[in-house]
């Protein structure tokens, strides 16, 4: 079983159900959670599409939560078993969920569903509010603070913001050689969108700390995201 097979089918939410985490013991919705699944070999598998067969375990979507399970025996309690949880598996959650977000992005453009580059941005600031303002993080500053101030100069409040994605990285999801500038037309895709940038939110920043306060001081009443740095949402506990 490849973690990678895990990344299918980017647009499927699972919205209206809770699951346990197998940490805290408290019941939340599926969406503020990842799914891990026992490969052949028993080793513990993140299925961050919920789509592997087999029996799951649910841990909330933050990295200590993650780290703790994997620490504290808390995966060979849920599959009542001897299976492996190695030390790098919340690094491997975050590049699987990051992959589903840049795929979720690739989705969208497909879609015709997001404005690329700034002219395009620029027109779609103008039109109406955006959904979400997506920026590189290695951009330059003075590009994405004319469409920050354009859009609070127009519409009285700052963009939802994501700024977690390289220029490259960004590129490569959206078939060209780098996107700076991007933004999410279509409101159901923004949710579907909104709620895997919550998931991932608990294992980076979605908006980078060295960004001006003002780009986080606009929460999303999207999904699960967080605007700035990232959430624990799980109370943790002792075993």
């Known amino acids: 079983m490849s973690p990678a097979s895990s990344q299918n089918e980017p647009e499927g939410q699972r919205r209206g159900r809770e699951r346990r985490c197998i940490v805290s013991q408290e019941s939340l919705p599926e969406d503020w959670l990842i799914r891990f699944a026992v490969a052949p070999d028993g080793v513990v598998t993140p299925d961050v599409a919920a789509k592997l067969p087999g029996r799951g375990a649910w841990v909330c979507s933050d990295r200590a939560s993650v780290e703790r399970a994997a620490s504290k025996g808390a995966f060979a309690r849920a599959f009542k078993a001897q299976v492996k949880a190695g030390p790098d598996l919340a690094d491997m959650t975050e590049r699987l969920l990051a992959r589903r977000c840049l795929d979720f992005l690739g989705l969208m453009n497909r879609a015709g569903a997001l404005a690329i580059g700034a002219t395009q941005v620029e027109a779609a600031i103008r039109a109406r509010p955006v959904l979400v303002l997506i920026e590189a993080s290695d951009g330059a500053e003075d590009g994405?603070?004319?469409?920050?101030g354009l859009h609070l100069g127009l519409w009285g409040a700052p963009p939802r913001a994501v700024g977690c994605f390289g220029q490259t990285e960004l590129g490569v999801a959206l078939g060209r050689e780098r996107v700076i500038h991007a933004c999410v037309l279509q409101e159901r895709l923004a949710l579907g969108w909104a709620a895997e940038i919550g998931r991932l939110a608990g294992f980076r920043a979605i908006v980078p700390s060295s960004w001006p306060d003002?780009?986080?001081?606009?929460?999303?009443g999207l999904g699960g995201a967080d605007a700035g740095e990232s959430q624990v949402r799980c109370r943790q506990t002792d075993f």
């Not at 994405?144 to 920050?148: D, I, Y």
């Open 214 to 220: 003002s780009w986080r001081s606009n929460g999303w």
């Open 144 to 148: 994405r603070e004319k469409l920050f």
